[in-house]
């Protein structure tokens, strides 16, 4: 499992239980009134999150997106126009002026848990 | 100041002109003025048919309008030119406008040729050359019930197809004794006729008409050997005319039976006027042919700019496509050589013939024909014009090789580097491989981009894919369609795959066959076969869908989704309308009519789906599968019930069909229509399949389609009964969800398919491959699974509880925001 950056995490938010998400696939959780997207990579039992908000148009539809990997690097593709981001760092794939904001994600006791700054 | 030359005609070759001008040093000293006689500037009048067939005229365009004006050239288009001032160098238009030349260009081109022949001036009697020509067919042809076409040659039968596709049975008259005389013998014009009367296209040879009859406009056609033909609607293609008008009344020479004589330079005898294209007489005849018209505007433009080149003549071979059936003659077809010998084959059970003409010492190919199939016509016209030795076994070029390589031994590999591949842009291979190898050009529209091979007829694209597979290979490398990164398969292959094996989900697959995680291309691709193969409820699989797929609904503005209940042919009873009405004033609901007669609820937020549908399933509705690549509607006209001029029950047929193939999944999209007369108010021949009401049956058109690209359905089939006609669906229907690539719609599966319409029509109605009846198995199996996939969704509280936006909150979406647009409302923008 990648090593994930908890240094600058303030708070782990509690955000569901495992079950309530698809395997191999994402839903969307409100964590202190922000939307994020959870994906859940089932098959190699990694956990990734990033804001729900699109930045191309503003849809809130991540979480909707297909998941899998680009020469084994995890990303999501938005539903509504099909741009690429990276799960790792968040980076537009196929369009470098957009980012998406990444979330630490931990998963004990069977709950989900997102690290806020 | 600059020089000015005028150029007087905007057609191909007009074009061609510019375009060289344009890119050459010409432009320093001279200024260029275009005058075009039509409306729209230059367009491809190769491919008129497709004009007539639904293309708009700015597609065919060879440059769009602004193009001359961004490269300094004035271009004046429905400006007729009348008359040349040799003396004081000038031209006047039919606007009474007169302008000054240094050079004056000819590119005034040919007209249709209309024989002398009694009544020809009558209502209903066209010919078939600018858009113009085909704009007055079509406001014709409703009026008419049965059409005819003088001359048997390569414009008349495309001319002939295009009237017959609209509904008119249409005959030919050749006065020959065979089609297309020029280009074919008598055998290979006897199987050319038998594939069109397959068609339904009646062919009359050795036919000269001696009267048009009719009272004002055309009701038949008289011949000398007394015989008649019955017609409302005449197309005259008799051959081409070079418009050499202008030239004959500025006095210069023109030829006897018509064309203004210019030497290989493209010289007049007036030092300061120069013609090229079809307008011409050069080497003793007139060049008919778009090749060898650009190879003159090239070699005029060199000889202003101070060249010596010359035209000494151009190949003439070429390769069609004549109503699904390829034709092809190269070299010298008709060769009549003192001691040249042939080679014949002749399969009149699947409508082939091929020729091959050898030299005397049997050496050397002159020339030959293909009727029926002729792929090899590339590989053999090369051949022909590099003069390569044959190789022992010439008969392999036409049989296939036996237990070798293909085209007997010789490849793209084996030819010269100076061998012209697109001989409409005159470009050579080896201009095609420095642009793979140096430009980095691996794919053949980026060919096409960098050298404008193929942009001509296109006929050199299937050798520009052999070159390229060919040098990848040489590299070691591969050109295949394969998925993704994820699938080193293609989807025909993951379809078998999948079958064979079993397998029943992505992770499964991607397992046994795959690598990595997969992506939204491999995802919804195997979702999709898994589909067309078992036939399972969908959201058994919903985080592998596309977002329309994984919802059941159609995903719009700020993620809201829309909702569109089945509504079989578009016929629904006043009840249900009411539901439809209370349910959407119930959950505040945006309704539209769509395009597919049925009525789309916009504006339901993802937690909302499932109550929605549970009330609109309550009233007997079923999902609409409007968000799937699956069937959506099968469109109908009133038909006979009700509509005075119907044959048939359209409305009956199309409920039958829509109910037959609802949530059949395939590669993308399928719509249908079914129309109860030739009126066709259901538009299925813009569908991937339309029937359409005969007096005699249904006739059976597929592979249409709107959309960016329209296109109209070809005829599969005619005259069939109910169930012959679902038959061959069920087969087609079939056929394509097998083979056709992910998200290719069948005109698009079908311009790619080997061997076109014909191979399709062998496959459908004749069984060539013998697997009709396991297509139609194979299709029983998908329809016995259907299931209402929104009625086994809110009936399963587990489904159900996949509609949220969150997973940890009950709370909705507050991004959703709507603002009101006449009386309904609308989503605010982000």
Redesign the interface.
Known sequence: METQIVTAVKEWIK??AIE???????????INGE?IA?FN?T??GRWYATQN?CPH?????IS?????????H??V?C??H?R?FSLEDGKCLTDEQYQLKTYPVKVEDGFVFIGIE | MKKRIVLIGNGMTGYKFCEKFAASPLVKDYELLVFGEEFHPAYDRVHLTSYYTGTIPEELLLAPAGWYAEHGIELRTHERITSVDREAKTISSAKELTYHYDILVLATGSSAFVPPIEGIEKEGVFVYRTFDDIDQIKKYIPRAQKAAVIGGGLLGLEAAKAVLDDGLPTSIVEFAPRLMPRQLDPQGAEILKSKLEEFNLEVLLNKSTEKIVGNGSIEGLKFTDGSQLDADLLVISAGIRPRDELAKQAGLEVHQRGGIVVNSKMETADPCIFAIGECVVVHNMVWGLVAPCYEMAEVLVKNIGGGSAEFLGFDLSSKLKLIGTDVASFGDALSSEIGMKTIVYENKARGVYKRLNLSADGKYLLGGILVGEAEEYNMLKQVVNNKMVLPENPEDFILGARGGEGGAGISVGDLPDSAIICSCENISKGQILNAIEKDGCEAVPLIKKCTKAGTGCGGCMPMLDDLLTHYMKSQGREVRKTIC??FDYTRQELYDLIKVNEIKS??DLIKAHGK?????I???VTASLLASIWNEVIVKH???Q??ND??LAN?Q???VYSVVPRIPGGEITPDKLIVIGQVAKKYDLYTKITGGQRIDLFGARVDQLPSIWEELIDAGFESGHAYGKSLRTVKSCVGSTWCRYGMDDSVSFAVEVENRYKGLRSPHKLKGGVSGCVRECAEAKSKDFGIIATDKGWNLFVCGNGGANPRHADLLASDLDKETCVKYLDRFLMFYIKTAGPLVRTAKWLSELEGGLGYLKDVIVKDSLGIGEKLEMEMEELISHYQCEWTTVVRNPEMRA?FR?????D?I?E?IKYVPMRGQKIPAK?
């Open positions: 955000a569901a309530n998400f698809p395997e191999n696939g994402g839903a969307a959780v409100l939307q959870v990579f098959n190699e908000r148009k503003g849809e809130m539809a909707r997106g297909l998941t899998g990997d680009a020469d084994g995890p990303k593709a539903p509504f099909k690429s | 990164e994820h992505f992770p990595g995680s997969g992506c939204e491999c995802k919804p919903d985080t592998i596309d977002t994984r919802f995903i503005q700020r993620g996949k936006h969150f997973v940890n909150s709370q979406d991004n982000a």
